[in-house]
């Protein structure tokens, strides 16, 4: 879902302001994530995961649109750009095996909440 939803969350805050996408962003992502650790069933939890797509989709798509936006010296965007390319890479390095040990210690709720 977040493949999509970059792109097109991406050219709506061109459009509309970025703050109101960033904020429901983060709403969404929210309450997909609460969603999906109280999941009872599969399907549930597909569905959880997918509005959760949406979500992660928007944030990172409205996220690094920002930093030009509130940035213009190019130096100092360029140092919040690799920031955050930087905090992202290591998100995806770390998550998984963050998110393997939580499930084997506590159950597979705890890598939602």
């Known amino acids: 879902m977040s493949v999509i939803t970059v792109p097109i969350f991406g050219r709506l805050g ?22 999906c650790g109280m999941a009872t069933s599969m399907p549930l939890l597909v569905a959880a995961r997918g509005l959760q797509g949406i979500g992660g989709g928007m944030l990172v798509g409205t996220a690094f649109a920002c930093i030009p936006d509130l940035f213009p010296d ?7 750009q690799v920031l955050m390319s930087a905090a992202f ?17 506590y159950g597979w709720r705890s890598v939602f909440m």
């Open 14 to 35: 061109d459009y509309y302001g970025r703050k109101p996408f960033v904020l429901a962003s983060i709403v969404v992502f929210s309450v997909a994530s609460a969603l």
């Open 89 to 105: 890479g290591v998100a995806n390095a770390i998550g998984p095996s963050l998110g393997g040990l939580l499930t084997e210690w």
């Open 74 to 80: 190019s130096h100092v965007r360029l140092r919040w």
